[in-house]
């Protein structure tokens, strides 16, 4: 039943670096725009990257020019570079299709701590 795998997170000082995967079931990666969603403490989940099944991509503006989201189709995975971490991006991360969010359940998500 697990459909969305998310791996990477970890503990890092603000400034650094991490990588986080997500690696997703045919079904839900083929043919479909993906992103990178977060949750923080008392906080909604929110959407912070997106891409296309072709490669165009959408961030939100706390991440834009320190984030960048890619994707291998070939793999059913997907990416997330995050540099120049802060402490507000400490949160829970999440990757789903963004047109599935409805049906697919969620994963557990991977935990990203930026310490100050």
Do not use: H
């Not at 989940?45 to 989201?69: H, M, Q």
Request: aromatic share 8%.
């Amino acid at each position: 039943q697990v459909q969305l795998v998310e791996s990477g997170g970890g503990l890092v000082q603000a400034g650094g670096s991490l990588r986080l995967s997500c690696v997703a079931s045919r079904s839900i990666f083929s043919g479909n725009r993906m992103g990178w969603y977060r949750q923080a403490p008392g906080k909604q989940r929110e959407l912070v990257a997106a891409i296309s099944s072709g490669g165009s991509t959408n961030y939100a503006d706390s991440v834009k020019g320190r984030f960048t989201i890619s994707r291998d189709n070939a793999k059913n995975t997907m990416y997330l570079q995050m540099n120049n971490l802060k402490p507000d991006d400490t949160a829970v991360y999440y990757c789903n299709a963004v047109t599935l969010t409805w049906l697919t359940p969620w994963g557990q998500g991977t935990q990203v701590t930026v310490s100050s």
